[in-house]
């Protein structure tokens, strides 16, 4: 079964042809492709950018989605094997998954990690269930990737440097201030599409341990390996900063603290300058700006980054629903 969890499980043949697509459907955003399928959006946080676009996405296809979302509108879920149920869950994901399976043709799935335990939440444990036990793809909406995000990012940067090749690029992935420990999951992202795309990558946070989680960093290691660029973590900002063509802004929370957060506040605090601003986007190669969005503006990035020509958060965001088409009428057509 094909499933899209991460990009990383796609060929770059792949990729193109769904960036190449999202691009024709940004031209022409009617289709037919999939015209008489369902969707099943399952959401288990919050969303704006993800579940609009998505449902649109599917209606503009002549399809349809249908949101849940459990423990709100639809019954709590158990994930363990052998689990005796006798707590919250009302059923398991062993029928969720198979039932979805009989009425919709994709079932898509955002499961954020619980922050307690970081190698509990690296399994991934929620979508890698529902791939186990759906017979139809299933699409990561977010979980410890994002890799619609990525695309949609991928894309926004093949427009505004007018080429589908991107190699060579000065690509600064920040970690940026955020009062709360945030997912790790659009960071990972970044840095597993910047370097698949060939581009020389810096990733820059305040000490090491903001660095992301090794399974990321391997991936990185080997998309240089085999797309030519290069990648290097940083803890100087205006070393980073300087020559740079993308600057992309996220916050995470530090993996050794999770489940322990109250340790790391001190050291996220200390580092607010982290936030994007003018000065430091003046050291770039008149280098562009985005970010997966939401985002606190005057803590993650300055109005005068955000309401600058550089931003191309707005971009980024419009080209969610672009790819997800793409990726949808890629997997229902297999
Ligand atoms: N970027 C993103 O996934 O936005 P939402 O959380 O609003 O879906």
């Not at 997966?292 to 020509?309: E, F």
């Amino acid at each position: 079964m094909k499933h899209f969890l991460n990009t990383q499980d796609w060929s770059r043949a792949e990729l193109d042809a769904v960036l190449a697509q999202a691009a024709a459907f940004k031209r022409s955003k009617a289709g037919d492709q999939l015209k008489g399928k369902s969707i099943a959006l399952v959401f288990f946080n919050p969303s704006l950018r993800t579940r609009t676009s998505f449902e649109l996405g599917a209606f503009q296809l002549g399809g349809h989605a249908v949101v849940l979302q459990p423990g709100k509108d639809a019954w709590p879920i158990e994930f363990g094997v052998g689990t005796v149920m006798d707590g919250e869950a009302e059923e398991h994901i062993a029928e969720v998954a198979r039932v979805l399976s009989r009425y919709v043709d994709l079932v898509a799935v955002r499961a954020f990690p619980k922050f307690q335990d970081w190698s509990v939440d690296r399994e991934d444990t929620v979508l890698r269930a529902f791939a186990k036990y759906s017979t139809v793809p299933v699409i990561n909406l977010e979980t410890i990737t994002h890799p619609c995000q990525e695309l949609a990012h991928a894309l926004a940067l093949q427009e505004h440097f007018g080429t589908r090749d991107l190699r060579g690029k000065k690509f600064v992935l920040t970690w940026t201030y955020h009062p709360k420990p945030l997912n790790t999951a659009v960071a990972n992202s970044a840095l597993t599409i910047a370097t698949r795309l060939g581009m020389d990558v810096t990733l820059l946070c305040p000490t090491p341990e903001y660095a992301l989680d090794e399974r990321y960093l391997g991936w990185a290691r080997d998309n240089v390996a085999e797309s030519g660029g290069s990648f290097r973590m940083s803890h100087d900002i205006t070393e980073a900063y300087t020559g740079a063509d993308v600057v992309y802004a996220k916050s995470w929370g530090a993996i050794p603290y999770f489940g322990r957060w109250e340790q790391e506040k001190p050291i996220r605090d200390a580092h607010k300058h982290f936030i994007v601003d003018e000065a430091k986007m003046a050291l770039t190669n008149n280098g562009v700006f985005s970010h997966c969005l939401p985002l606190r503006r005057n803590v993650k990035a300055t109005d005068a980054v955000m309401d600058s020509p550089a931003c191309i958060a707005i971009e980024e965001a419009e080209n969610r629903l672009h790819v997800q088409k793409a990726v949808m009428a890629a997997l229902a057509n297999k």
